[in-house]
């Protein structure tokens, strides 16, 4: 380590076995998000993910469990050495296990001006890794012949060094590889990929290939030999004013770099895919995965693409459920030993306000079709009927049927399908608005329903609602309005009307002021264009009228940004950082308000049938509900896992919470007392007693259940901390459960009694 650091200082300143079985979306293992999967044989598997995830399988992945270490940063890389032996890499460190998992020691302690990333180990001794200095962004080459304990900065003598950008690499023996460089242009900062090769273990490089200008590579892997494969993407004209988009490459390496050919050509437009990684398995099997984008319609998608005769012909895993403009990383992919391809993808960005994640097992047909596991993405809106639930998630809509905890499909997914905007004027009428993209053309999709969400009929057409539309309203049955601010592209607004459900469309015109004009809302009594005017005042216009004659009031703030409305009486307005009750009968601001930090923003506000006010104000990591009748004095509850909005179920008595990787929450008093999949908001036969923060604590069950149950204890991201094993008689019963090993945090204890759950929230201090 010593020797690192000085070295540092010194340069940096410095078969395929495809079973008959259709390509599943299997459970997700975990809520963390999975950065790598590796597998020791055809039954033992590791995979690795955020705060310090990890699981094992025992039986090939059809089930994984999560094992408790002390490591809480995320491991980004898992690299298997051989059988049991096993490197992962943290932000900070290296651990190894010799026993598949089951211990971990720390291996290797990074220096703080250095990062490593992309570790490659020959065998027990030698391996590889990347080196980044933290301040200058510099790469260069390391190597270690004691397994990974310490590491030895490689001259790579043509290598440029703060000049050129080392990516990833694959070595077949301790001396001869082949590596990714970007070379950087002589005056500008542009790069240009390369293929380089070395016979010295690193210690000089010899550039082989350079790739066209628009043209990356992006993973690169051996199959012995001295041949290799590398995936990765060209950057495709699509025509003149029509955008581009990533054409799928994949190169042939032979005897090190003497001959290097296309096995795809970016050119073919067969697969838009911009690839993160490639396996390849028995000589036999190239698989690449990664994300398409199309850069005027933004769609991201997972796409597997797989050759089974070394490139000469190429196969398309079709994913019917698109995550639209949630960004995926698809980086997280292996083959287990008998040729079966497993892949974890997770997504993120503003649009999606945290990730969505997906576990697929790809077999023989090439079509992904069975959901196997509640999970439907994001949910964006949750609406009930009597004692029927509905979930709009991005990726479908979901309908329960008198049991919270089980959901079915209501809509079959449509290829190329995101779902954007919904609005129910009440709990039987409702519409959803998505769109699909096929044939190189953007199709707008329009769902209603009139019993509730039971059944929706689907129309498909070329509509004048252009899909950049910002907002939606439907605010009772035959009324549809859907309006474009001047900020989204193409740069100009527009609010639209059909009272036909998108068979005919009129325009209405906009005040003069349309430039300034940022949401739109309608109640059965008047509409709302929330804004202000050009010259920064913040307020909205108002019509009453069928002829939509526009009133301007000004509420003396900044202009208005987006509207909550609580009821015909009541709304929130956002002007800055600022949630600002209005009068919506006299058209006057209120002095009730909620203030927002840089990091959170409220998201949605609903108001109980006792009067209770409840904001949910969520970052990109976690949420905060603000809860009580007073505006002036509201509960705060909270880090809790990331959500998005808030419901009232009919009768005006329970609050529910939603929001990412398809979770649901009961409000009790403001507080989640349920984690998903949770029973309907009943009297909880399970209750704590005796102080929290003692090292044991006294559960009480009143149920009728006889047999196993199982009490877990899960910290607030929903990972797994504890668990104990009881059995019940079906009556009453106390037991108490140790806790001295917890760490101080927020926790949900669930019991699990047959098929069905029971939480309440625990604080240790």
């Known amino acids: 380590m010593k020797q690192l650091i000085l070295l540092l200082s010194a340069i940096a300143c410095f078969n395929l076995l495809f079973s008959q079985e259709v390509h599943q979306i299997m459970p997700k293992p975990t809520d963390q998000r999975i950065y790598d999967i590796e597998f020791f044989d055809i039954a033992r598997g590791i995979m690795v993910g955020a705060n310090g995830t990890i699981l094992l399988t025992d039986d090939g992945g059809d089930n994984w469990e999560a094992i408790n270490t002390e490591i809480t940063e995320g491991i980004t890389e898992a690299e298997l050495i051989d059988r049991g032996n096993c490197i992962i890499r943290t932000s900070h460190n290296l651990y190894k296990t010799s026993d598949y998992g089951q211990s971990w020691e720390l291996l290797f302690e990074v220096p703080d001006t250095a990062t490593f990333s992309n570790i490659d180990m020959v065998d027990r001794v030698y391996g590889f890794a ?48 082949m590596l990714l460089i970007q070379q950087k242009y002589q005056n500008y900062n542009d790069y240009d990929w390369a293929i380089a090769r070395t016979y010295s273990s690193g210690g000089s490089v010899e550039f082989v290939f350079i790739v066209d200008e628009y043209e990356a590579i992006s993973a690169i892997v051996s199959n012995g030999n001295g041949q290799f494969y590398t995936g990765g993407w060209e950057q495709l004209n699509k025509g003149e004013g029509e955008g581009y988009w990533y054409g799928t490459t994949c190169y042939e390496v032979k005897n090190f770099g003497d001959s290097i050919e296309y096995v795809h050509y970016p050119w073919t437009y067969d697969f838009p895919l911009k690839t993160s990684n490639i396996k390849i398995w028995n000589d036999s099997l190239i698989c690449l995965t990664g994300t398409s984008f199309y850069q005027e319609e933004p769609i991201w998608s997972l796409y597997c693409v797989f050759s089974t005769d070394k490139g000469k012909n190429w196969e398309w895993a079709q994913y019917y459920c698109p995550l639209g403009f949630a960004k995926p990383n698809a980086d997280a992919m292996n083959i287990r030993p008998d040729g079966k391809i497993f892949i974890s993808q997770s997504g993120g960005g503003y649009y999606s306000n ?98 509730g969400g039971e059944n929706w009929i689907t129309s498909i057409s070329d509509s004048p609602v252009h899909h950049w539309t910002s907002c939606m309203s439907y605010p009772e049955e035959g009324r549809l309005y859907f309006f474009k601010s001047e900020d989204d592209y193409p740069y100009y607004a527009s609010l639209q009307f059909t009272d036909n459900l998108g068979e005919t469309y009129t325009e209405i015109p906009l005040p003069e002021d349309e430039g300034s004009l940022r949401y739109m809302e309608f109640t059965p009594t008047a509409g709302y264009l929330f804004g202000g005017f050009a010259d920064g005042r913040g307020g909205y216009y108002k019509c009453t009228d069928e002829n939509y004659n526009w009133t301007f009031y000004d509420l003396g703030t900044e202009i208005i940004s987006k509207a909550y409305i609580v009821n015909e009486d009541l709304m929130f307005v956002r002007h800055g950082n600022t949630l600002q009750a209005v009068d919506m009968v006299n058209d006057q601001l209120l002095d009730g308000r909620i203030s927002e930090t840089s990091n959170y923003r409220v998201q949605d506000v609903v108001q109980d049938d006792l009067g209770n006010y409840c904001f949910v104000a969520t970052s990109d990591f976690d949420t905060y509900f603000y809860f009580g009748p007073d505006l002036n004095v509201l509960k705060s509850s909270g880090p809790y896992p990331p959500m998005r909005g808030l419901t009232v179920d009919p009768d005006g008595k329970h609050i529910w919470a939603f929001g990412n990787n398809g979770r649901l929450y009961y409000l009790g008093d403001g507080m989640p007392v349920g984690v998903d999949p949770i029973s309907h908001p009943d009297a909880f036969p399970f209750k704590i007693y005796g102080n929290p923060i003692s090292n044991n604590l006294e559960f009480s069950v009143n149920l009728d259940f006889q047999g196993e149950t199982w009490l877990q204890v899960l910290d607030m991201n929903g990972k797994l901390v504890q668990e104990n094993r009881i059995f019940l008689q079906g009556n009453a019963a106390r037991f108490l459960v140790n806790t001295s090993r917890l760490p101080s945090g927020t926790y949900i204890c669930s019991l699990i009694a047959g098929d069905k759950r029971f939480s309440e929230k625990i604080v240790k201090e």
Not at 132 to 150: C, M
Not at 400 to 411: A, Q, V
Not at 420 to 449: C, E
């Open 354 to 451: 945290g990730f969505i994640q997906l576990f697929a097992v790809l077999s023989s047909d090439g079509l992904w079709r069975s959901m196997n596991s509640n999970f439907y993405g994001n949910i964006l809106k949750l609406t009930f009927d009597n004692s029927n639930a509905n979930i709009v998630s991005e990726n479908a809509i979901v309908r329960s049927h008198g049991n919270i905890t089980h959901w079915s499909p209501n809509i079959d997914n449509e290829w190329y399908q995101e779902i954007k905007l919904f609005s129910f004027a009440d709990h039987k009428n409702g519409v959803v608005h998505g769109w699909t993209y096929h044939d190189n053309h953007m199709y707008h999709l329009l769902y209603h329903t009139k019993d």
């Open 130 to 177: 990347v080196c980044k200095n933290r301040t200058s962004e510099a790469t260069i080459l390391v190597a270690t012949d004691d397994g990974g304990r310490s590491w030895l900065v490689k001259e790579m003598k043509g290598f440029r060094y703060g000049k050129d950008k080392l990516g990833k690499f694959a070595f077949e023996d301790k001396e001869r590889g």
